[in-house]
């Protein structure tokens, strides 16, 4: 079978409808197609439990959704989880970027340059308030005695680039109160 191409010399979030349903993660980021294999188990759990316990501190009117596209113009990419506020549009193509409160990315060995620069580039062009990053395994910058996973949260500042807020390595608690007022150890979302 051949490999569908985009109606223009972009990819849109609506040229992914024509391609295949194959397992495979695609998203677009500034006109690029993006395919990554499906996450391994060890990212989906983090994200199983960080979405429990964003939920068990939700305030009314908001919703956390895992593994769903944010539109941004023409481009989808598709955070590990978001937080939104509203209704969320259950048969749309993704959560268009108003609603979107939080972006959560969880870096794994084939999204690292994506969750690290491009994707946090993009969010924050877009006036999404809060990206989160969680890093489970070795990385560059990685403090001596840091215990994995490191969660990095960071706020929109008056630039439109994100501010980092606060690095919490696994065995420390911290309370962050954006989006909302949740408490959080990262070594409580992995087994």
């Not at 109606?7 to 998203?27: I, V």
């Not at 590990?80 to 259950?90: A, F, R």
């Not at 070795?138 to 690095?167: C, I, M």
Request: proline residues 10%.
């Amino acid at each position: 079978m051949a490999m569908p191409v985009p109606r223009s010399d972009r990819w849109t979030a609506a040229d992914l409808d024509q391609l295949p349903e194959n397992g495979l993660r695609c998203e677009v980021l500034n006109g690029q197609l993006v395919v990554n294999a499906a996450p391994k188990p060890r990212h989906q759990w983090l994200i199983k439990w960080l979405e429990r316990a964003l939920d068990d501190s939700l305030p009314p009117g908001l919703f956390t959704i895992v593994g769903v596209g944010v539109l941004i113009g023409e481009d989808e990419p598709i955070p590990d989880l978001v937080v939104g506020k509203g209704d969320i549009p259950m048969d749309g193509r993704g959560i268009p970027v108003d609603q979107v409160l939080l972006a959560v990315e969880v870096v794994s060995g084939s999204t690292t340059l994506q969750d690290r620069m491009v994707k946090p580039v993009l969010y924050a062009a877009a006036g999404i308030p809060n990206y989160w990053r969680f890093e489970m395994n070795s990385f560059k910058g990685r403090l001596p005695g840091e215990e994995l996973p490191v969660l990095f949260a960071h706020v929109l500042g008056s630039d439109n680039t994100y501010q980092q807020t606060h690095r919490v390595p696994a065995g420390e608690k911290v309370t962050l109160r954006s989006p909302f007022e949740v408490t959080i150890d990262p070594a409580a979302l992995l087994p």
